[in-house]
């Protein structure tokens, strides 16, 4: 919400109040044959016998059995899933195995609805009542097997090509590799070019894998995949299965190809993306409603208006296509992006100079971009592709550079990192995208890898934990209090001592009772993620303590497997003399700076304190300002800025502001 702007059902929706269980719903029935709504994991597939090179020699039977290029089977499956099996767990969009062979029938058959009734008390807002209709325009009676798309039931055809049992397909890695290499075989005879020979010959047959409808979406597939086998990769799998594609610096592949399979061509329109994405417009709706109400987001004139500060990462709670539905609705929120797992391929929905209502607080929607993936944070095995990941890298860095925002966590926030606005509102803050997101993977794309900045003995650090290896227990997945299935997670725990039974640290605005933090998915209390950087209040055997909410918050960071590296920058700390100082979720002006007709905003502390003797680190240094937007008409519209002056640090999970005139600032090594 906007603070204390005018309950509206306008103002309510800016806040971006909608559920994952409203999401859910939608998705479980529109368009629920196309793709997974919420998709069961299943029971886990064990690990097939062998050493740690047998996904190697699978990949090499493969290829040479269908005559593909082993360099291309490997790139391809590279792009598909980073040569993991996500033991048998279906994709967001019912990919199985190493390439990502589609089977949606199977999966639906094994999805469920798996929200906790009790989500909207745990973090995750109402829907508004003004949106209301749009759980109803987003759905559809479900289609039944026959509709299924064939870019959604590509297991159904590898089954036909190989011989081999769908479940095999599913299962065994082996059976899924020569799956992926009898498809790849087989679009290369459909479009009449040659088996086996130079990798570069295969494009056309690469860009037909994707199951892309429009050229732009394909090519960026292709280009993708050739891109790997150019550079070469090289990684230990989920599986403990190590696998390495060469790199092949010359290839040049054969682009002109793509015209062979008849692709359409994207509609056109105006987009802000990079041409190395492929990008539609699909704009949500500006329009007036009822009375003053209107939606579903604000005409403005960024960064004239306001500089752009940050990008939002989220992730949909639903499928694409209810994503899609929903952004068109007039009476629902507003992103300004949306990227599809499957293959990366981008929407964009409200430019950049407009004021999307996305992230909850309406200090940041005015300050930031909002993008969402298709994805859900409580489904681990949910997996995202790299297609999607890469689309999304490319377009942050477009966004980057285009509207001056640093690649850094303290800019690229996830949803689960935007404060709460006032006291109350800090248990509806959403959670997304969550522990399993890889934001060190993504932050390798975004060409800002995170490594150590300063000697392991600095006086501040950077989380960044061994995604793969690092798989705390979660709760509440499926039903609440029970376990997740183990996963890779950018995340780590904190507790109130160096001690595994120690209890975790308190997050007094979730728990205003003091009662400790959780172990739940949606619970941010007690988790510090990758990328985040803190002050360092204490080290003692193999742990490390931050400072965190107002406290020193214990995190195991033993040297054989470190979960964060040394760092340099600036922290802040209460002025000489104040004992404490408050922190707030936004950086409003003063009172004094409001013009008449303008309502004052309260700038209201949250319920947590920054004590002297403690440090948290500096990340922007934001002007106070407030968007007065309650008008259709951008008209209306005043910015008004203060000469109150407000610095953004990281306080816990979520970031935090306090004024410059309440702290000072040192280096990080003093």
């Known amino acids: 919400m906007r603070g204390s702007a005018p309950d509206t059902p306008t103002a309510l929706r800016r806040g971006r109040r909608r559920s994952r269980r409203a999401l859910r719903a939608a998705g479980a029935v529109a368009s629920a044959a196309l793709l997974l709504p919420v998709l069961a994991a299943g029971p886990a597939v064990p690990a097939e016998p062998g050493g740690a090179g047998v996904l190697q020699e699978q990949f090499a039977a493969a290829a040479a059995k269908y005559h593909v290029p082993v360099g291309v089977l490997l790139g391809v499956s590279y792009m598909e899933s980073r040569w993991d099996s996500h033991g048998g767990a279906p994709s967001v969009t019912a990919g199985y195995g190493p390439m990502h062979l589609t089977d949606a029938t199977t999966a639906l058959?094994?999805?469920?609805?798996?929200?906790?009734?009790?989500?909207?008390a745990r973090g995750d807002l109402a829907r508004p009542r003004s949106a209301g209709r749009s759980a109803a325009s987003a759905t559809a009676p479900a289609a039944g097997p026959a509709a299924v798309p064939a870019r959604l039931r590509t297991l159904?055809?590898?089954?036909?090509l190989t011989g081999l049992e769908p479940r095999a397909l599913r299962e065994s890695t082996a059976a899924n590799v020569e799956g992926g290499a009898a498809l790849l075989a087989a679009e290369q005879k459909r479009l009449?070019?040659?088996?086996?020979?130079?990798?570069?010959?295969?494009?056309?047959?690469?860009?037909?894998?994707?199951?892309?409808?429009?050229?732009?979406?394909?090519?960026?597939?292709?280009?993708?995949?050739?891109?790997v086998i150019r550079t070469g990769q090289r990684r230990t799998t989920d599986s403990g299965q190590q696998v390495g594609l060469p790199a092949a610096p010359r290839i040049a592949p054969r682009t002109g190809q793509l015209r062979l399979l008849g692709l359409a061509e994207l509609p056109a329109g105006q987009t802000e993306c990079p041409a190395t994405v492929a990008c539609e417009s699909i704009p949500a709706p500006y329009q007036q409603l009822e009375g003053k109400d209107y939606g579903n987001h604000d005409v403005a004139d960024r960064p004239r208006s306001q500089k752009v500060d940050f990008i939002v990462v989220h992730d949909t709670e639903g499928t694409w296509e209810t994503t899609i539905k929903l952004i068109k609705d007039p009476t629902y929120v507003s992103w300004n992006y949306t990227i599809r797992s499957g293959d990366g391929h981008v929407a964009q929905h409200v430019a950049t100079k407009d004021v999307a209502w996305h992230a909850g607080n309406w200090y940041v929607?005015?300050?930031?971009?909002?993008?969402?993936?298709?994805?859900?944070?409580?489904?681990?095995?949910?997996?995202?592709?790299?297609?999607?990941?890469?689309?999304?890298?490319?377009?942050?860095?477009?966004?980057?550079?285009?509207?001056?925002?640093?690649?850094?966590?303290?800019?690229?926030?996830?949803?689960d990192n935007v404060p709460g606005t006032t006291p109350a509102t800090i248990r509806g803050m959403h959670t997304d995208p969550g522990p399993y997101?890889?934001?060190?993977?993504?932050?390798?794309?975004?060409?800002?890898?995170?490594?150590?900045t300063a000697s392991p003995f600095s006086g501040m650090v950077t989380i960044a934990p061994d995604y793969t290896a690092n798989k705390p227990v979660y709760t509440g997945c499926t039903k609440p209090g029970e376990t997740c299935a183990a996963h890779g997670s950018s995340a780590v725990r904190l507790y109130t001592a160096p001690r595994d039974d120690a209890p975790l640290v308190k997050d007094v605005g979730l728990r205003p009772d003091g009662s400790p933090s959780t172990t739940d998915v949606n619970d941010t209390g007690a988790r510090a993620t990758t990328g985040q950087q803190f002050a360092v209040a204490g080290r003692e055997g193999g742990w490390t303590a931050i400072w965190y909410l107002g406290q020193r918050a214990w995190f195991k960071d033993p040297w054989s497997a470190p979960a964060a590296v040394g760092a340099h920058g600036k922290l802040v700390t209460p002025k000489e003399g104040l004992a404490q100082i408050p922190v707030y979720g936004r950086a409003y002006p003063e009172a004094s700076a409001y013009p008449q007709g303008v309502p004052v905003q309260a700038v209201t502390p949250l319920p947590y304190k920054l004590l002297a003797g403690q440090a948290y680190v500096l990340g922007a240094t934001s002007p106070s300002e407030y968007l007065w937007a309650t008008t259709f008409e951008p008209a209306g519209h005043k910015v008004i800025k203060g000469k109150d002056v407000y610095y953004e640090?990281?306080?816990?999970?979520?970031?935090?502001?306090?004024?410059?005139?309440?702290?000072q600032v040192r280096p990080s090594n003093w």
């Open 109 to 120: 058959a094994g999805a469920g609805h798996h929200g906790d009734p009790s989500e909207d």
């Open 365 to 415: 929607n005015a300050k930031s971009v909002g993008i969402e993936h298709e994805g859900f944070l409580a489904q681990p095995t949910a997996w995202y592709t790299e297609a999607m990941y890469r689309s999304s890298a490319r377009l942050v860095r477009y966004l980057a550079q285009k509207l001056g925002i640093p690649l850094d966590r303290q800019h690229i926030l996830g949803h």
């Open 437 to 452: 997101w890889d934001w060190a993977h993504y932050f390798e794309l975004l060409g800002r890898p995170l490594h150590a």
């Open 192 to 227: 009449a070019l040659p088996l086996g020979g130079d990798a570069a010959d295969w494009y056309a047959a690469v860009a037909g894998y994707s199951g892309a409808s429009d050229t732009a979406t394909a090519t960026t597939f292709a280009t993708d995949v050739y891109d």
């Open 156 to 160: 159904e055809r590898a089954a036909e």
């Open 649 to 663: 640090i990281q306080f816990g999970h979520r970031v935090a502001f306090v004024k410059a005139s309440d702290v």
